[in-house]
């Protein structure tokens, strides 16, 4: 099955704009849906398809993709963002990146 | 509202089996895909496969195969997640989740994603 690689940490200062990022080649025709995870939760979606929100969740974040990488973005990254970061896509059968770890200074 | 409710924690000895429950409510059942997704401690989430509460059907990844079984109950609108000769490395949360796939208007591919998880049921094997 294809893979998705993430970078396990990143750190963004109060307010700014944070990429994280996911590679993989099975992103150059499906798109990533995105999970953010925070301790002792279940994971839960924050952007799916092309660019969609679940209705809730905040409009800081956006998701983009180009050729085999796709990408999430937090616009003016709060306190509350910081967590655990999972990208997933499917091919043949469902795979999740490694996961990253975003910290808000 | 749409809601999965996971049986409770367990220990269990090495090459024993587990059975977890999720139990659906507040939508049709048999309308989305229940995948089963488990996360070791410190670790990141790995895909145990799905089903296709309508039919049954089940997809599993080829690490699981042999060892996974996922079966349906749609007369208590409940999935469950069988996993055989459990060793230490099994020690995990396992999450179900409810699976999405849309294509919206004007969108060539489609848009596939878990919209509503459980709470998780935390396995011990020791």
């Known amino acids: 099955s294809s893979k998705l690689t993430q970078d396990p940490t990143v750190s963004v200062a109060l307010g700014q704009t944070v990429r994280i990022t996911c590679q993989g080649d099975s992103l150059r025709n499906h798109f990533a849906s995105w999970y953010q995870q925070k301790p002792g939760q279940a994971p839960q979606v924050v952007i799916y398809?092309?660019?969609s929100r679940p209705s809730g969740v905040s409009d800081r974040f956006s998701g983009s993709r180009s050729g085999n990488t796709a990408s999430l973005t937090i616009t003016g990254a709060q306190a509350e963002d910081e967590a655990d970061y999972y990208c997933?896509?499917?091919?043949?059968?469902?795979?999740f990146g490694g996961g990253t770890r975003l910290t808000v200074l | 509202q749409v809601q999965l409710v996971q049986s409770g924690a367990a220990v269990k000895k090495p090459g024993a089996s587990l059975k977890v429950s999720c139990r659906a409510s507040?939508?049709?059942?048999?309308?989305?895909?229940i995948h089963w997704v488990r996360q070791a401690p410190g670790q990141g989430l790995e895909w145990m496969g799905q089903i296709n509460p309508n039919t049954g059907g089940i997809d599993i990844p080829q690490n699981f195969q042999g060892r996974v079984t996922m079966t349906r109950d749609t007369s208590l609108i409940t999935a469950f997640m069988d996993l055989s000769t459990l060793t230490s490395d099994d020690t995990a949360v396992y999450y179900c989740a409810r699976g999405v796939a849309e294509r919206p208007e004007g969108v060539k591919d489609y848009s596939y994603y878990m919209d509503v998880w459980g709470k998780g049921t935390t396995v011990i094997v020791s």
């Open positions: 398809g092309k660019n």
């Open positions: 997933e896509s499917r091919d043949s059968e469902v795979v």
């Open positions: 507040g939508y049709n059942f048999t309308d989305h895909y």
